[in-house]
């Protein structure tokens, strides 16, 4: 309390000085300071230092600032035109894969975030706490579950079984499989966003939706879906980004039968040994993801959805 | 007509609305007031179908449209707080109701914002938090008024405009109220909108409706005390019945001279005697029919007229005089002085607890 | 005031809604389920053919010494991260969303730019940058590479609620002579409350989960997700999915509590 | 005198300077604490799962009144990568697959160890197949061209070894069928490929009759690609972990799974289904021996115990069988001495002498580089 | 005392505030009348410092504030829109500005409740969205008084009360600016409460303060036409000047029946008469100083007084009488009719454009 006191004491004090320095102790910038601080330092570095990787010739294990090359650059994009190698495939399978995921997830997600925004109001905590507690488990043990969830003589056939189904088509090894990973792993980061969102909508809103005439569908895409729209938005780059580094998740269940950019860059860096392909590889796949979400958020201004209150 | 029975509606413990029982018929322009907190707004949700009633029915041309959805009722509430869709223009706000009804926008925008006084070319495509309060209430008017309903539900829809623009308003509802054969329910704390404008008043307190019948009447022959208050600004005297013969009463009190007889049509005992600020004056002497004595306390300029404050000398009582300013003028009033302050027999309204 | 409901159609809606969260929620917990069956399975990869019942691999879960230590590391890596990605990344969000200042598109992009990163290739190049500047490799270097890659997940979470507070409201509170603590305590935390919850739990959930940038920063300490994924690379038994489910028994005696207290509520 | 264990007392050079050679006091001294052990430090060893075992390490810890963190990782390069990073200042020992030792002397990662010193503790207790005098090389490197060289200086001690090829279900698929590695080529058979590339490499150039520790022809290369193409083609699916190469056999999703060893599919028979067993067919297989180096950089006075301890045949034992882990054979005799019946069956050990002798020794490709693009490509043909 | 100097703000092109310049004496009740949007919250945002001004100064006692943050003002704004805070109880609202201040809460919430007509049993532990409309805007002026201010800004702070409410607290306000030396800046559309309670008053215009002075003195001589109508219910003539002599002046009209001569204090040249509607009469014949002859079109009752609303029978022009309910008894006039709107001399306000 005392240590508050001195604080409110020191920031007021400070906020009616004029040296500058002592105006980044007050809002904002006493706010964005760590943030900013700690990504400059230990976010830009290690970017820098996987740039200046993808130029290293060879399978350089160091950095030699003397030597430098666009082979790896050349290697992927030469591939990518000619339609050899294995970089064109991936890079449409990636995309592929997060769009879908992207998708699955949004269309499962939105009534659900909508059901306990707006529908559940008894037990809703033990219907959110039930969403979010298999998260305390890790991602690959739980799409191992999946797996034995789904395996021959797996929990699925004890549970057909009961029903005298015994013949069906395997389950695993598909290209499915790996969007039911995907979906299952990232829906969380879909789910959560978008029920936040609504959660902020005020109940006069849609009532005077409803009061001039809004059927549901109406009441859907012209309220409910533009004001969730920052929900939506963070809830899909969230899917698309980390779907497109999904790695684990898309391998157990797909039996590798998608080959996506993340489990071929982690090959890179690991079995192949080939840290500057790589990286020149990850550089790619930042500039896909950066183009993407700069264009996402550029587009659709979130402080715009926002002004809500008055002047 | 729009009908009511015994409407309710409890929050918890506290009865918000308390089996009201109303008529609105087709076309007619409702007004309900009554204080702060006493269940316009409650009733108001209950008929445009926000608020589900803890009791009674409510039902439209005989038809039991209780449980009926808001969006599937012909009634548009413009609702206290507006309500605007903070993610669209004033433009869009607009074209909402009709895009909603399958009609087509075209110009419709611009003639609604002109109804309300906004200029189409300034505001139209504004964002709403770019309005002031009176011009958002304007839109949110507006809105409702494109919707197009059979009846239309207007919770204070003036409040937040100045004078000459509350007129015109009102001016531009009652006239759209006859052309457009639109049933108004209204709920306003503007005394004025509710006496010139509607043809049948409630008055609502603590849930219940306690008077109903056109303006006039209720400003005429209040049924208690606290409606003939509500009404306009009054004088209150706790008076004795001394004489009743069912047609006429004759009463009198230890705060005024003279006694009273007239005629009531109230059924319980009169208890005081109420008469308006404006219809007192304020004099040296006593010449009129009724008048109590005075102190002259404050004095008051209001335009055209003067208030002029006084306590009674033998009473705690206060006492106000609304008195036209050339009479004011006439007669020789000054704070500190003396007076009578009184009145014609038949100014006197006689009302019940 | 809000619409509410009563007819029958108006029920089975409201039962749709309640049924679909219901498998929405069976979705999430199958694998769970399927990790509960194969943890008291006696043999070691798991069949239904063959099962047999046995609690030997709890036991295996709760003598070893390895998984207590990378359940103490995860926990010595998680609570902090939550706790600082929380500050840091609501303090972003407070500052994106409720000022206006000089560069502040460029700060959004900057706090958002790790989200995009590949776990893997910030783990890598954190793992490289960490020797550069000599930070080293353990419990703080994990703990501050994990704040790089969630304090901005926690920002973009808690702003979604900053974004639909009402400014007025804000003002209103300096009107009154609220000081900056003051107003943040008073006013814009608790209005802001289930967003800046919601990113705590994502970001408790994240670190948690973390495995790349753990792997390149902890140096030689273990946590739960190294140890399983070392597991399952490399000598697996069904004492993975015994763990798994203590986790999940642990964090059901929250659902367990949470449904309590609102039975007695609704019971009042 | 400094006969004290652990030798906090004397020659503490080595364990300061970054890369100095580690030398060991004489008379099993190593095998006992001292006064100066009793210190309460902890060592940091980068290794494989099954030696972080509670069997394996709670005696060390209790003898030694210390702590041991084990870092548990699941790929050389990927170790190799940490070390390199920067992480050697955290760790004091390493065991990777043998190949990787000239590659970290060459990185100047490891420190060399003096043998003479080291041997009671070491090559004293191994079976013959793993003396320096019958020419088991693969701790000794050539510090000119780092290579293995018996004459060469010795960076690492053996510590669990095992063989790569492929597994089978031995009920589905008859010992007909898998005499060959063609079995995997073959459509009668549902096959899953572990996505391991450089051991799947190779065992495929053993498949194609080629050395795949050389530099290969232009005409090598193609074959190998064909191969590898005609694998995945033939494959039912990929598989990226242990676990799920394991479940896949049990679950009899798969009857082969491509590649396996003794180090994986060893948990499935330890489990009790001796049908799955990773057989050595005609074309043989790749030896791999877990060496254990001592880390450039600060060590605790406690690290040499810990390398004698882990090295003495009765631990070697529990290594072999923790209580938590895979199970692989050891080369320590006590250990070859003591395994039950139920461990040389599951272990094979038996076998192992048959095996060793039709196998190639893991030293690394040294043109892998040209084979990583194939695995790449063939992967995107699933 | 409180001083802007060329105030001024704009958002985009639009000027919302232009280049004011007002003062307010330590105590003074002031108060800040306009038609909506004409700039009246954004002047007040600036004064309380939530809104950083295009251009200008903002002094109190002499002291420049223009950059003091709003909580370090000795001013209290009670916003248009409430900005209840959503989270907290009444009582918690209400508490909230006497801890900021560091002072002891004791008591002082249920003395404020009772204040603002609010029933502290009742209301003091509800939630705000537990409240009517009219509640809300009373807790939130309750809120602002409990911070104590030297500078109260009320930003309409009475709109969604009914008429009696509204009175009391209009009362109360006045009470406090004078018990508690508090100066008040007021921006009502009431222009009852503008022209009882103040001791100044600004009329501002698209951005513009376009008069000052004390509110008897704009009403009676507002300097144009657009305040003329503004302040009260008004009828307008244009008028030729057909004689000046510096202190008074003759106008006549085609409109109106006799010219009229009175004193002026506009330089201007007067462009038309102003007459206020409760000036006027109407009445079968001609019997006052001017008139003007027109059709009866409607009567309406208003409680006491009665709105004869007519039509100029030479031009297109409305009119309004707001008579004496009595008076138009005792006059024979019904719609249809013709008779004539008429008014004395003195009456006639004499204005520019
Ligand atoms: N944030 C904004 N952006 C753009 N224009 C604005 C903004 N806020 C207000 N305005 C405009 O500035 C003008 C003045 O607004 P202000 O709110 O001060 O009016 P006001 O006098 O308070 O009106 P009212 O009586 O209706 O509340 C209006 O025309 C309004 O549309
Ligand atoms: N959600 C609620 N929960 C509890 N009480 C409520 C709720 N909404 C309204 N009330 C109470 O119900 C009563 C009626 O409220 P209502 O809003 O209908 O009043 P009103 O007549 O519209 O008042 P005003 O003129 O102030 O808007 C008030 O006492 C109010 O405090
Ligand atoms: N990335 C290659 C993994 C090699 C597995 N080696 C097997 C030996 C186990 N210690
Ligand atoms: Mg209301
Ligand atoms: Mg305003």
Known sequence: MSALDTLRGRMDAVATSDNPLATLVTPPYVLLLPLAVLLLVMFVGPMVAIVLFSVQPGNAISLNPGTWTVEHYAEILGGMASGEGVYGDVLVNTAAVSAVTTVVTLVLSYPAAYALARKIKRYKTVFLLVLIIPLFTSVNIRVFGWALFLVNNGVLESVVSLFGVSNYPTMMYQRWTIILGTTYVYMPFMLFPIYLSLLSIEDETIAAAQDLGANRWTLFRRIVLPLSKPGVIIGSLFVFILSLGADVEAQILGGGSIFTMASNINYSFGYSQNWPLGSAQAVGLLIITVVCGVIILRTINLKEIASRGDA | MLQATDLRKEYGSLVAVDDVDLEIETGEFATIVGPSGSGKSTLLHMLAGHLEPSGGTITLDGEDITDTKPQERPTSLVFQSWALFPHMTVRENIEFPIRTTGRSVDGQVETLLEQVQLDPEVQADKQVSELSGGQRQRVALARSLAYDPDILLLDEPLASLDYVLQKQLQRELADLNVELDMTFVYVTHSLEAALVMSDKLFVIDEGDLIQTGPPEEIYREPNNKFIAEFMGDANVFAVDVVDSDGETVTVDSGEFEGSVTVSTPIDDAPEYLVVRHDDCVVEPTLRRAVGAPVHVDNVLVRGNTVLVECSSTTTDDDYVAEVDYDHFESVDIAVGDTAYIQWETEKSILVPE | ?268 | LGGGGGGGSEGNSWRTQELATVPAPGDAALYEPTDQDQTGETINHLTWTGYDASNVQGPFREQFDCQTQLDLFTSNPKAFNRLQSGEWQQFHQATFDMAWIPRLAEAGLIRPIDYEDWKPYTFDQYIDLFKKENGYKYAFVNEDDYTFDIDGTMYGAPQRFGWASFVVNTDNVSEDAYSSYDAAWSDEFEVGIYDLMFWGIQIIMLREGIDPFKEHTEAEVEQVRQATFDLFDNAKTLLPDFASMNQAMKSGEIDIGFISGNWINGTLRRGGNMQFEAVVPEEGSVIWVETTAFVKGDQPTVSDNYLAYMQRGENALKLSWPTSGGTNVVPHQTAWENYNDRQREVLRVDEVRDIIDRSVFYTGIPDLDKFEPIWREAKSRL
Do not use: C
């Open chain 3, 1 to 268: 005031m809000s619409a509410e409901s009563s007819t029958l159609t108006d029920r089975l809606g409201a039962g749709a809604w309640y049924g679909y969260v219901a498998l929405v929620a069976l979705f999430f917990l199958t694998p769970l389920f399927s990790l509960v069956i194969a943890s008291f399975y006696d043999g070691r990869f798991f069949s239904i053919v063959d099962y047999e019942f046995s609690l030997d691999w709890y036991r295996a879960a709760l003598a070893s010494g390895s998984i207590r230590s990378a359940f103490l590391n995860t926990v010595r890596i998680s609570v902090p991260v939550t706790i600082l990605s929380t500050i840091i990344g609501t303090g972003g969000a407070i500052a994106y969303t409720r000022y206006e200042f000089p560069w502040q598109e460029q700060f959004k992009l900057l706090a958002l730019l790790p989200i995009f990163f590949p776990l893997i290739l910030l783990g890598l190049g954190m793992s490289m940058w960490s020797s550069v500047i000599g930070l080293g490799y353990g419990i703080v270097p994990s703990i501050i590479g994990e704040l790089v890659w969630i304090s901005p997940i926690v920002m973009f979470v808690v702003s979604i609620t900053a974004l639909g507070v009402d400014p007025n409201i804000e003002e209103a509170a300096r009107d009154l002579g609220a000081d900056t603590v003051t107003l943040y305590r008073e006013v814009t935390l608790p209005l802001i409350k289930d967003g800046v919850v919601s990113g705590a739990i994502f970001a408790f959930v994240l670190s948690w989960n973390n495995y790349y940038i753990v792997s390149y920063l902890s140096g030689p300490q273990s946590t739960i997700t190294t140890w399983i994924h070392g597991r399952m690379t490399q000598g697996f038994t069904p004492v993975v999915p015994a763990v798994a489910s203590l986790i999940f028994y642990v964090s059901l005696l929250l659902v367990v509590a949470a449904f309590v207290v609102e039975f007695r509520d609704d019971g009042e």
